[in-house]
């Protein structure tokens, strides 16, 4: 297998920690680039298992991430030290780390030094294979290494069992076991102890004790189910709703932070938004429906200004628009009224029927995958997609027609032999033959423009060379 290297990268922010942007570029720069052929289809899908920490949510890292086929799924919440990796390489760290640093510190005392390390003597006590500068005392070991070097990432990836999928980490010490979670060696001493916890209870009972005081009995497992299921409408207003990590993973059992349930519940608070909105500008609309009727009730009275009562008046200048506050007494109202009197309204858009259908349609929260910032995120690449190809040399632009029609074969091959044939009536079938033989001629005219692009350039670079010569 090919070895490869990438230096180490350093992260930095004002907060001093992870955030939203730290934590997508940390995956942008360190992990994405390690899986250069991974797509968003079946055999490229790349899995990454995220701890409850900052930026795990940025919708903007979610897309991305999906885009290219990296799913995230959350951990286990509360239960790192557990299923989590790396907190298995802080243990050896950790002691060498101390060791290396009592290593220092006492030759210093021996030597009646301070025993204060500054910032810039880190290194030494992390990669040691140095001298303190200060007592002169050599550090031999490596506590990096003694923690992450490549034996010891396998053997916390062994002990977890994610990579490979081996799900070790349940046989963990910390781990609460109960009956029924397993056929293996634990279940069957489990079974023991409650025979015998029975037993001892019959035993004291028929003695004239009270034996059930001393019963007990261990728990059996309950399988335990999330609490929506897939693709379905309960799930995503749960999952817009769920604000931690554990909440999220009660919700979809641990599904994938970048399935479809995750981005499609990111739109109901957009859509929530909107639909109040809608509500709003409703109501706003049907009071000015609702003013210019009482105004022109007033005016179908017959009645001049100077006979309006004061409701009248109102009614005359809510119809056109003039505000409370800049009305005043009576006789500032009688004025104002004289001044509108004949003219027409300001006109305004009433709320029609087929606004009304919207937000109903809206209110149902239909929400499809077209609806989501990752067909959004998609929409967008896609017009990149066709500029750039303004932008590229011929030479690129016949790769790009070649790795099209190599699309197109490898879904045909995948349409051909992949799985059972679905039962479809005729009209389907001739439906789906004329697809295919439109893919046929398709791909034959891609191929052909690779080959005349090929020609060209080719043929180009052989009159160049001629008069060149």
């Not at 299921?229 to 999952?239: F, N, T, Y």
């Not at 500008?281 to 210019?292: F, I, N, P």
């Not at 295919?436 to 001629?441: A, L």
Request: with cysteine.
């Amino acid at each position: 297998a090919e070895r490869r290297e990438w230096q180490p990268s350093i992260g930095m922010n004002l907060k001093g920690g992870m955030d939203d942007d730290e934590f997508f570029k940390y995956l942008k720069v360190n992990i994405i680039p390690l899986y250069p052929d991974a797509l968003d289809v079946k055999g490229k899908r790349v899995m990454i298992k995220i701890d409850s920490g900052p930026g795990r949510l940025n919708m903007d890292m979610i897309v991305y991430c999906r885009s290219l086929g990296f799913y995230l799924f959350p951990s286990v919440p509360n239960a790192t030290s557990v299923s989590q990796e790396t907190d298995r390489n802080y243990g050896p760290f950790k002691t060498a780390f101390r060791k290396n640093l009592s290593i220092v510190v006492e030759a210093r005392i021996a030597q009646n030094l301070s025993t204060s390390i500054p910032p810039y003597m880190i290194g030494l006590i992390v990669f040691g294979r140095n001298k303190d500068p200060l007592s002169g005392v050599y550090v031999e070991s490596c506590a990096y290494e003694a923690g992450f070097s490549v034996e010891q990432c396998l053997k916390a990836w062994g002990a977890v069992g994610a990579a490979p999928p081996t799900r070790a980490c349940l046989n963990d010490k910390k781990v609460r076991r109960e009956v029924g979670d397993a056929d293996d060696d634990m279940n069957k001493f489990m079974l023991e102890i409650q025979q015998m916890n029975d037993h001892a209870v019959n035993h004291l009972n028929s003695l004239g004790y009270k034996g059930e005081l001393l019963e007990a009995t261990i728990k059996k497992v309950k399988q335990s189910q999330p609490l929506t299921v897939p693709q379905s409408k309960e799930r995503m207003l749960a999952l817009a709703e769920a604000n931690s990590h554990g909440a999220r993973f009660l919700v979809t059992g641990g599904h994938s932070i970048t399935g479809d349930d995750a981005l499609l519940a990111a739109e109901v608070p957009r859509w929530k938004s909107e639909i109040k909105e809608l509500e709003d500008d409703k109501l706003k609309r049907q009071k000015l429906a609702e003013t210019e009727a009482k105004g022109k009730e007033v005016l179908a009275s017959g009645k001049s200004p100077e006979q309006l009562k004061v409701a009248q008046l109102d009614a005359i200048l809510d119809m056109h628009h003039i505000e409370k506050k800049n009305r005043g007494k009576m006789s500032d109202k009688l004025k104002s009224v004289k001044e509108v009197w004949g003219k027409t309204p300001p006109a305004f858009s009433r709320w029609t029927d087929e606004e009304e259908s919207q937000l109903k349609e809206k209110r149902e929260m239909k929400i499809t995958m077209k609806d989501t910032a990752f067909a959004r995120y998609q929409d967008a690449e896609k017009h990149r997609v066709r500029a750039s190809l303004w932008n590229m040399s011929e030479e690129d632009r016949c790769e790009v027609l070649r790795e099209i029609a190599r699309i197109e074969s490898s879904k045909k091959l995948d349409d051909d032999g992949g799985g059972k044939p679905k039962s479809v009536d005729e009209p389907t079938k001739s439906v789906e033959m004329k697809h295919k033989h439109v893919f046929r001629v398709a791909q034959s005219a891609l191929y052909w423009m690779s080959g005349v692009y090929y020609g060209c350039i080719v043929g180009r670079e052989k009159i160049n060379a001629r008069r060149g010569q």
